[in-house]
């Protein structure tokens, strides 16, 4: 056993279609990464700006010498006693002694941040104040000059402390207001939350990688893959509307292995209609956008072209496409049929491939299930059926619409769209489950958009088939 198949399954997952998943789901949500970096970021600068407060440093510098004449000019006497003074000033402070003189002086309740260091290796002695207030900064370092060689007298014996320098009033503060600490934490903490984000969807919204994972959730065969084909570009055309969006049999060049794909499922598809003396297939996804009506058209395109006189009805009323996709303007179709606003002479189009025939949905329809099962469409379907040897029927999701339960009544067998790495297998199994309390017959599925590398296929994907 490789050791791949023993990560697999050891671990349960497999590693590689994870990674992939979470870089998909990441790219794709890429927008609330930036959204997340953007407000995050705001966020905490905006903290910074009402937090920051000011802080003022007043600074003196002296030179230490003792007191005592035989000893004044001992350099390292002296250096040792301002290093000496230095080490002991905190212990000074906090002794209280230093602290309550000069607070009791100032008339002030508590003491500000005070610290003295001395220059290594000499006897310059620095004093330093800060506060937030730059005047008290100022009045409680003069005091301290007044007063530490006083107290410190008990501890390093008499000093001579001689100004050197001094900053005078501070007039500018120490600590500049700075954003670059909230702009580096907004930036960790918005791609934080994408990520995470990315990976809960990818963990409690799994997905179909491939046909073989389609078969074992369906429990059925899966009768065509239909790859993923790149660099469709829509156009607009002013007596067509929007076509040339999606990949068409009669419009491809290069057909690649998008026509191969087609055919192949229009070969497997007769050979399930005709095991089970079936006239009226129904195609169906479980949610919109995986391709349903892409591979519906072209299905029936493929059929006429080998012979068949094949109708194609647009049963989604609530969004009709299958006018736009075959590049026709959309014209009066199965809502005015319904309505009672045209006849059948008048919605029936034929298309330019001989034997194909469609009716459109014509004007979108808000209650198209109450349309669809009126028994009017009931008659439609049986009068095509004695016209027509095929008649396929592109029908609204099946997981999240009721307008498809009432199609399935009128059809023979089903045929379910899935798209690779789009609905998740949640969504699948409602969608067939709709179609099984139904008691329709569902001849197998059709995996859209896949990326086979290494196939005949190769990477001509077909992702823009999402109608």
Same mark, same amino acid.
């Given at each position: 056993m490789?050791?791949?198949?023993?990560?697999?399954?050891?671990?349960?997952?497999?590693?590689r279609?994870v990674?992939?998943?979470?870089?998909?789901?990441?790219?794709?949500l890429?927008w609330?990464?930036?959204?997340?970096?953007?407000?995050?970021?705001?966020?905490?600068?905006?903290?910074?700006?009402?937090?920051?407060?000011?802080?003022?440093?007043?600074?003196?510098?002296?030179?230490v010498?003792?007191?005592?004449?035989?000893?004044?000019d001992i350099?390292?006497?002296?250096?040792a006693?301002?290093?000496?003074?230095?080490?002991?000033?905190?212990?000074?402070?906090?002794?209280?002694?230093?602290?309550?003189?000069?607070?009791?002086?100032?008339?002030?309740?508590?003491?500000?941040?005070?610290?003295?260091?001395?220059?290594?290796?000499?006897?310059?002695?620095?004093?330093?104040?800060?506060?937030?207030?730059?005047?008290?900064?100022?009045?409680?370092?003069?005091?301290?000059?007044?007063?530490?060689?006083?107290?410190?007298?008990?501890?390093?014996?008499?000093?001579?402390?001689?100004l050197?320098?001094?900053?005078?009033?501070?007039?500018?503060?120490?600590?500049?207001?700075?954003? !670059?600490? /909230?702009?580096?934490?907004?930036?960790?903490?918005? $791609?934080? *939350?994408? +990520? @995470?984000? %990315?990976m809960?969807?990818?963990?409690?919204?799994?997905?179909?990688?491939?046909?073989?994972?389609?078969?074992?959730?369906?429990?059925?065969?899966?009768?065509?893959?239909?790859?993923?084909?790149?660099?469709?570009?829509?156009?607009t055309?002013?007596?067509?509307?929007?076509?040339?969006?999606?990949p068409?049999?009669?419009?491809?060049?290069?057909?690649?292995?998008?026509?191969?794909?087609v055919?192949?499922?229009?070969?497997?598809?007769?050979?399930?209609?005709?095991?089970?003396?079936?006239?009226?297939?129904?195609? !169906?996804s /479980?949610?919109?956008?995986e391709?349903?009506?892409? $591979?519906? *058209?072209? +299905? @029936?395109? %493929?059929?006429?072209?080998?012979?068949?006189?094949?109708?194609?009805?647009?049963c989604?009323?609530?969004?009709?496409?299958?006018?736009?996709?075959?590049?026709?303007?959309?014209?009066?179709g199965?809502?005015?049929?319904?309505?009672g606003?045209?006849?059948?002479?008048?919605?029936?189009?034929?298309?330019?491939?001989?034997?194909?025939?469609?009716?459109?949905?014509?004007?979108?329809?808000?209650?198209?299930a109450?349309?669809?099962?009126?028994?009017?469409?009931?008659?439609?379907?049986?009068?095509?059926?004695?016209?027509?040897?095929?008649?396929?029927?592109?029908?609204?999701?099946?997981?999240?619409?009721?307008? @498809?339960?009432?199609?399935?009544?009128?059809?023979?067998?089903?045929?379910?769209?899935?798209?690779?790495?789009?609905?998740?297998?949640?969504?699948i199994?409602?969608?067939?489950?709709?179609?099984?309390?139904?008691?329709?017959?569902?001849?197998?599925?059709?995996?859209?958009?896949?990326?086979?590398?290494?196939?005949?296929?190769?990477?001509?994907?077909?992702?823009?088939?999402?109608?």
């Amino acid at each position: 056993m490789s050791s791949e198949n023993t990560e697999k399954s050891t671990s349960g997952l497999d590693l590689r279609l994870v990674a992939t998943d979470l870089c998909r789901q990441a790219l794709h949500l890429l927008w609330l990464g930036v959204l997340a970096v953007m407000i995050i970021t705001a966020a905490l600068c905006y903290r910074s700006y009402r937090s920051y407060t000011p802080i003022y440093r007043a600074t003196a510098t002296f030179t230490v010498y003792v007191s005592n004449p035989l000893q004044a000019d001992i350099r390292s006497y002296n250096s040792a006693t301002a290093e000496q003074m230095a080490k002991t000033f905190p212990y000074i402070l906090t002794s209280g002694a230093l602290s309550d003189v000069v607070t009791k002086e100032l008339g002030i309740k508590a003491m500000p941040a005070v610290s003295a260091s001395v220059h290594e290796n000499t006897n310059i002695f620095t004093l330093s104040v800060t506060s937030s207030d730059p005047q008290l900064a100022y009045d409680v370092l003069n005091a301290v000059i007044k007063f530490y060689p006083e107290v410190a007298e008990f501890v390093v014996g008499p000093t001579v402390m001689t100004l050197l320098d001094e900053s005078g009033l501070p007039s500018n503060p120490v600590n500049e207001r700075s954003y !670059s600490s /909230a702009v580096k934490y907004g930036v960790l903490l918005g $791609v934080f *939350v994408w +990520l @995470a984000v %990315s990976m809960l969807l990818v963990t409690v919204r799994p997905t179909v990688h491939n046909e073989e994972e389609l078969k074992r959730l369906m429990h059925l065969p899966c009768i065509g893959v239909f790859p993923q084909v790149r660099g469709f570009q829509k156009k607009t055309h002013k007596t067509s509307g929007t076509i040339g969006a999606y990949p068409v049999l009669t419009r491809q060049k290069r057909s690649f292995g998008f026509a191969d794909a087609v055919n192949l499922l229009r070969i497997r598809v007769e050979k399930e209609m005709q095991a089970h003396e079936a006239k009226v297939l129904m195609v !169906s996804s /479980a949610i919109p956008g995986e391709g349903k009506t892409t $591979v519906c *058209v072209n +299905l @029936a395109l %493929s059929l006429a072209q080998k012979g068949k006189r094949v109708l194609l009805v647009d049963c989604d009323l609530r969004n009709p496409s299958t006018a736009a996709m075959l590049g026709i303007k959309n014209a009066a179709g199965m809502t005015e049929y319904l309505t009672g606003k045209a006849e059948v002479d008048t919605v029936l189009h034929a298309m330019e491939t001989p034997g194909f025939y469609a009716v459109f949905g014509g004007r979108p329809y808000a209650n198209a299930a109450e349309l669809l099962s009126q028994q009017k469409m009931k008659l439609f379907i049986d009068q095509m059926r004695n016209v027509f040897d095929v008649i396929l029927l592109d029908t609204p999701p099946s997981s999240i619409l009721s307008d @498809a339960s009432e199609i399935a009544a009128l059809a023979d067998c089903a045929l379910m769209v899935i798209r690779q790495n789009y609905a998740s297998r949640d969504q699948i199994l409602e969608g067939v489950q709709m179609i099984s309390d139904s008691d329709l017959q569902l001849i197998g599925s059709v995996l859209n958009g896949a990326d086979r590398k290494g196939s005949s296929y190769g990477y001509y994907g077909y992702g823009y088939g999402n109608k």
